[in-house]
């Protein structure tokens, strides 16, 4: 069964921009693993000059008082939904138990050694772990936080650290007028469904940096049947106008689609979208698409509109996209 958290967006991924800034210890894997793609593998006889590689971060066998810790700054600030402490591969050397705080910093810290005598919030109690496992816990808050802390009790190894949650982003600061990525999950975009994403999610459609490979986009599989038309629905980060459409079928070659079009709609929440209850309109007419190639439509090619909030990219008849992009302003809400 699907845990309900992963229909929020991981703020602490790489891809969103996220880091891991400090950890007191990570002589066996490094912090950064933590928010790579993926559970982490397992590579039997591979070894480095410390030890058994693994791939996740592992500090040594604590022989003295105390615990580790590892402080993740967020790719996007956001309210917190909850966290999966996965130890997938971490067998003999997993930690016993963990717990999670989080903060709201703006600015940079120097000194993260230092990170005791801030003012955290405990969102997550010391809580048992067990070898080898997905552990998700859900958390109830409202408060925005920019950085989490993960505790392990004593030492130990973690595969993977996930912080689902909800981008937020302060609308007061951006220009009336300034052109930003409306579908950006940066600026609150979200893909909220598609018909098929057999070999690649649709989420990475609207992640903020260029497709690395042709794992790193949206792909359905080869559909057989005659003028098929696949599609993903995309709720914009606010309300918007339309200047500029991006699609870039970047990596992919022997598989990208025919065509695309684009439709749109205004909708109050996303479950009448979802629910088929709107009416949609034509935003981009068909357009033919290239391998390997940023396509870029300008207003000229874009249809008349009115205000905005979620878009529905259909290919024909199937294959990868990288990247969408809806440029756009933001239109103030009624």
């Not at 109050?268 to 068909?286: F, P, Q, R, Y």
Request: charged share 25%; aromatic share 10%.
């Amino acid at each position: 069964m699907k845990n309900k958290l992963l229909q929020y967006i991981d703020l602490a991924s790489e891809r969103l921009g996220g880091k891991v800034v400090y950890s007191t210890d990570d002589f066996f894997a490094e912090k950064e693993n933590l928010i790579k793609e993926g559970r982490g593998i397992f590579i039997e006889d591979k070894y480095t000059d410390r030890g058994k590689w693994m791939d996740g971060w592992e500090s040594r066998r604590k022989r003295t008082p105390g615990h580790d810790w590892v402080i993740l700054k967020l790719g996007a600030q956001g309210i917190l939904k909850g966290f999966d402490i996965d130890t997938n591969h971490f067998l003999g050397n997993h930690p016993p138990f963990a717990s999670v705080e989080a903060i709201n910093i703006s600015g940079d810290i120097s000194d993260w050694s230092t990170a005791d005598k801030l003012n955290w919030d405990e969102v997550l109690v010391k809580t048992p772990l067990d070898p080898g496992s997905q552990h998700f816990f859900e958390i109830d808050s409202d408060n925005v936080y920019t950085h989490v802390r993960l505790h392990i009790y004593p030492d130990g190894g973690v595969a993977r650290f996930r912080v689902y949650g909800n981008v937020v982003k302060d609308w007061k600061q951006v220009a009336e007028n300034k052109i930003i990525d409306l579908a950006l999950a940066n600026n609150c975009g979200k893909a909220l469904q598609c018909n098929d994403m057999f070999f690649s999610a649709m989420d990475n459609l609207i992640s903020p940096s260029k497709g690395k490979n042709m794992g790193d986009g949206w792909e359905t599989k080869r559909n057989r049947t005659p003028n098929n038309e696949d599609w993903v629905i995309v709720r914009l980060g606010h309300l918007g106008h339309v200047q500029k459409i991006i699609v870039d079928t970047k990596h992919f070659k022997g598989n990208y689609p025919d065509s695309c079009a684009i439709d749109y709609c205004n909708a109050t929440d996303d479950t009448t979208v979802l629910n088929t209850t709107v009416t949609w309109k034509s935003l981009l007419k068909n357009q033919k698409l290239e391998a390997d190639q940023e396509h870029v439509f300008e207003s000229s090619a874009i249809e008349n509109h009115t205000a905005i909030t979620h878009v529905k990219l259909k290919i024909y008849p199937d294959g990868g996209i990288s990247r969408l992009r809806i440029l756009g302003t933001l239109i103030a809400n009624s």
